[in-house]
């Protein structure tokens, strides 16, 4: 991971190294092929290696912020981590706060950091009922200018039952960095 660090711009690597290998240890364990703590053990190193990349980005003191975090009954954090990650590549301050949030925790974060935008990570599935209810619960608690983006493996299944255009859906990195440009670029105006 180190080499492909150095190798790769950051989008190429999470997507050309990062998910392959979460995808790959996790489809290992599903079929016996790996052990729990061998997942486990696979799981500090990959999150050790999110965090210090989320350590090591520079980022401007006026930038935009971003709060990422995965919402209540989903406990795989990468996908916000990476999303961290890729906001603060395009220049925004970027709060990772975690997995399994409740909506008031997430928005309580957002308000105290004045947040542009809020990136939640639904990659486990679900159901669909508890999971929109939680969605509605954040929209309502964020401040009006605070745009809400969720994505992850699972995200598709949710978009049916927010007809408007809030939350923001994006279904891959790439989608979510250019959402995050624009956003800055509008708000600047």
């Known amino acids: 991971m180190d080499r492909a660090a ?17 995808e790959k240890i996790g489809r290992w364990w599903a079929d016996g092929r790996l052990k729990v703590v061998n997942e486990h053990l696979g799981s500090v190193v990959l999150r050790q290696f999110l965090g210090e990349a989320l350590r090591s980005v520079d980022v401007e003191p006026a930038a935009p912020v971003i709060v990422t975090a995965t919402p209540t009954g989903q406990w795989h954090e990468f996908g916000a ?14 709060l990772y706060c975690g997995a399994n949030l409740p909506a008031e925790e997430v928005a309580s974060a957002a308000l105290e950091k004045n947040a542009m935008a809020v990136a939640l990570s639904v990659v486990q599935p679900t159901d669909v009922y508890p999971m929109t209810k939680e969605i509605q619960r954040l929209m309502r608690l964020l401040p009006p200018r605070c745009r809400l983006i969720v994505g992850g493996r ?12 809030s939350p923001t859906f994006v279904f891959n990195m790439q989608s979510f960095q250019m959402f995050l440009q624009e ?5 600047s105006i």
Do not use: K
């Open 154 to 165: 699972f995200a598709s299944s949710l978009t049916e039952h927010f007809p408007s255009s």
């Open 6 to 22: 150095v190798a790769l711009p950051r989008l190429a690597m999470m997507n050309q190294v990062i998910l392959p290998l979460l």
């Open 183 to 187: 956003l800055a670029t509008f708000q």
């Open 81 to 94: 981590m990476i999303t961290a990650v890729l906001a603060m590549e395009v220049g925004w301050q970027a």
